[in-house]
């Protein structure tokens, strides 16, 4: 254990031992405690443990504090050797300094010299050629405008060699120094009118030139930046102006006293589209400047340096659309509200200025060197965006409000006033023809209108059984319910007109007037359905010298068919429109006409000439509906079924126009007694099968298929060995089914 672990292990010195030890503030404690003569003696008693500590520690360590002793000997000789060689190397260098410092001092002198000599070579090179280029200068100052250009390089290189150094004080170069800076404002100035009269007159040969001078003055950068801040601002400033109105106001009175050139009035309000014209040939115009200047800066190079003008210049047209569309934006946001009615009252026109303008923008870059040039990607529609709302809505109310005029409460509008709407449409439509986008928005506004009036018209036709009563002129509830359906002949028929985009509102329409309609034929044609259903009370097995002119039921149908003409049909005025419908009740009723005659048994040839004259006489009857039209396919059937009447069983298989299904029940009609008819066998009334086969077309050769299966059936039970002529005919006529 060494002296300093018993010092810590000594609470009485371990207070000496620490490193925050205060001897003033010991001291005081001591002093506070009254225990001084404690401490002092505390204090020679550890002095005493110290002195006898390093006793010991000299007495354990005296060969080293020897050796010590004897390397410091040793070590002072060596320093007095070095400090010796020090000195011999301090006197040799001082002996080469001395040698070196006279060529170094001649050398210095002559490298002053040179350098002098060179800045004096300089300098004469630099006064010689400012001498040539001032004459040079004065030369192309002399020759106007012609000269500018290359008086612009020339300014460039005065400009570079002045800059190189000082030459102030050199008689023959300060005295042409005022006259260089009077020439180089004479050059900015014609520079100056040069581009203003190159842009305004589209000449891209003076722009480039006066493009060059500001080139080589190193300006061309904020000229371009100056010139396009100057035409922002004049579009701003002339944009407030036109949408201000202050400059539509007149103060002429018409009759009476009344201001007749009000803000808001007619007057005002073309004064207000003029000017807003005026403003968009103004940017159209600035826009071309814009153009040639743009063009200029990317085409043309420098005449001197080979760059292109654009490396020390801006893009421009990116920078003017931008300015454009920002000053509208801003301006718009700050308009009167005489103009904003204007604006939304006449949004398709205020559209129709500005994208006509962007429009323009966008043509002009379809050039030579602007192919990659991008504008900013801004829609023009944003900034009017309100006004495109408040013109669609009050558009659908100027389309509403006439509808709900001409129909209050239950009362039919008519002809005349559902057309006064149907004007309405179309020039609603009309006002936006001009914008693709505008007008897919109002003819959504012209369909609502549209289904508003077939939904009007729905509510007001009747399906009650006081429409079914045709015994008589229509009553109150059918006329209504005619009226109604021409209504809306009417509206389909005026559809193209107002566009032909609204083919699926013309079919919702289409579909309204069908169903209103048939709450007229469908009694019609149960009557006359139930007629034709008489024909087989009639025998038309005698023989030919008994055919008469016409059955009777033909005499019932034409009542009929006239009844429904003239009393009922003549409401609607549209032929056109109700034609489709007309046939195909007519085709219906033909068809199952044609039905009943196949399956008419017994049938002998004075039956076949009474059926070919019914025949002629209901195709004359049914051709009163279509005002004598015999090009329908049930017609064709029904006359081809006629000629097929004295066609040889064998030749029946040929027969075209003529439904195959049809044929098979003419032939049961020939064959005898034993082959029966298919209603026959399902033991059903004729007027039963005719009316299952009018609604079931593509089952007609299953029932037949039935009946023949029957026959054969019948047969093999029978024991016959032969069959009815006309079995193979059927099976043959089948097989082609």
Aim: aromatic fraction near 8%; proline fraction near 3%.
């Amino acid at each position: 254990m060494n002296a300093i672990q018993k010092f810590e292990e000594d609470p009485l010195l371990l207070e000496f031992l620490k490193e925050d030890y205060n001897p003033e503030v010991y001291s005081s404690n001591v002093i506070a405690a009254q225990k001084v003569s404690a401490s002092l003696q505390i204090l020679r008693d550890g002095i005493d443990k110290i002195d006898a500590a390093l006793e010991d520690h000299v007495s354990e360590h005296y060969e080293d504090l020897i050796n010590q002793a004897t390397g410091m000997d040793i070590l002072e000789e060596s320093l007095v050797l070095v400090k010796g060689r020090v000195e011999l190397i301090q006197r040799s260098m001082t002996n080469i300094k001395r040698r070196l410092s006279e060529p170094y001092l001649q050398m210095q002198t002559r490298t002053k010299q040179l350098s002098r000599l060179q800045k004096s070579c300089d300098v004469l090179r630099r006064v010689s050629r400012i001498q040539y280029l001032t004459k040079r200068l004065r030369q192309q100052l002399d020759g106007g405008m012609k000269e500018i250009t290359k008086a612009s390089q020339t300014f460039n290189e005065l400009d570079f060699l002045f800059g190189e150094g000082d030459l102030k004080g050199i008689t023959c170069i300060d005295k042409d120094l005022q006259w260089i800076e009077e020439g180089r404002k004479k050059v900015e100035k014609q520079a100056a009118q040069l581009l203003q009269q190159g842009l305004s007159s589209l000449n891209q040969n003076q722009a480039t030139s006066a493009l060059q001078v500001y080139y080589s003055f190193d300006k061309l950068k904020p000229v371009v930046r100056n010139f396009l801040d100057e035409n922002i601002s004049d579009v701003r400033s002339s944009l407030k102006l036109a949408l201000s109105g202050n400059d539509h106001v007149s103060h002429g009175l018409g009759p009476g006293g009344v201001n007749l050139g009000g803000a808001g009035s007619a007057a005002w309000r073309a004064a207000f589209w003029t000017s807003l014209d005026k403003w968009c040939h103004h940017v159209t115009s600035l826009y071309d400047q814009v153009h040639v200047l743009h063009r200029t800066l990317t085409r043309k190079r420098d005449t001197s340096a080979r760059s292109l003008l654009e490396e020390a210049g801006v893009l421009p047209l990116p920078v003017f659309v931008q300015g454009v569309y920002d000053a509208l934006e801003e301006q718009l946001n700050l308009i009167s509200s005489p103009t904003k009615i204007t604006l939304d009252m006449d949004y398709p026109k205020a559209l129709k200025y500005l994208s006509t303008l962007w429009e323009h923008f966008e043509s002009r870059l379809k050039v030579e060197g602007l192919e990659d040039v991008r504008l900013p990607n801004v829609n023009v529609r944003t900034v009017l965006l309100s006004h495109q709302h408040t013109y669609l809505a009050r558009s659908l109310n100027k389309l509403l409000d006439p509808i709900s005029i001409i129909f209050p409460d239950r009362t039919v509008p008519s002809a005349s006033e559902v057309e006064g709407v149907i004007r309405v449409l179309i020039s609603e439509t009309s006002a936006t023809r001009a914008d693709h986008q505008l007008k897919q928005l109002s003819l959504k506004n012209a369909a609502k209108a549209l289904r508003e009036i077939v939904n009007r018209c729905e509510g007001l036709v009747l399906h009650s059984n006081a429409v079914a009563s045709i015994t008589s002129s229509p009553n109150e509830y059918q006329i209504r319910n005619l009226q109604v359906a021409n209504i809306l002949c009417i509206v389909h028929s005026k559809i193209p007109d107002i566009s032909e985009e609204l083919g699926y509102i013309s079919n919702e329409v289409w579909l309204a007037f069908s169903e209103t309609i048939e709450t007229i034929l469908v009694p019609f044609r149960s009557q006359i359905e139930h007629i034709l259903s008489t024909i087989h009370d009639n025998n038309y097995g005698f023989e030919a010298q008994e055919v008469s002119d016409c059955s009777t039921y033909i005499n019932l149908i034409e009542e009929a068919m006239t009844h429904l003409s003239r009393e009922y049909l003549s409401y609607l005025t549209v032929k056109s429109v109700i034609e489709p419908k007309i046939r195909e009740f007519q085709d219906s009723l033909l068809s199952l006409y044609l039905l009943h005659l196949s399956v008419i048994r017994p049938l002998s040839d004075g039956g076949k000439m009474q059926l070919a004259s019914d025949i002629a006489e209901t195709e004359r009857v049914f051709l009163q509906l279509l005002e004598r039209d015999r090009s329908g396919e049930a017609f064709r059937n029904l006359r081809s079924f006629r000629a097929a009447l004295f066609l040889p069983e064998g030749d029946i298989i040929s027969v075209k126009n003529v439904p195959r299904g049809v044929l098979l029940h003419h032939l049961f009609s020939r064959a005898g007694e034993a082959l029966v008819s298919p209603h026959q066998v399902v033991k059903w009334s004729v007027g039963q099968y005719v009316a299952w086969l009018h609604s079931h077309p593509h089952e007609v050769a299953d029932m037949v298929r039935g009946g023949v299966q029957w026959y054969e059936d019948m047969i093999r039970e029978s024991g016959a060995t032969t069959y009815d002529p006309i079995y193979p005919i059927i099976i043959e006529l089948l097989k082609q089914s």
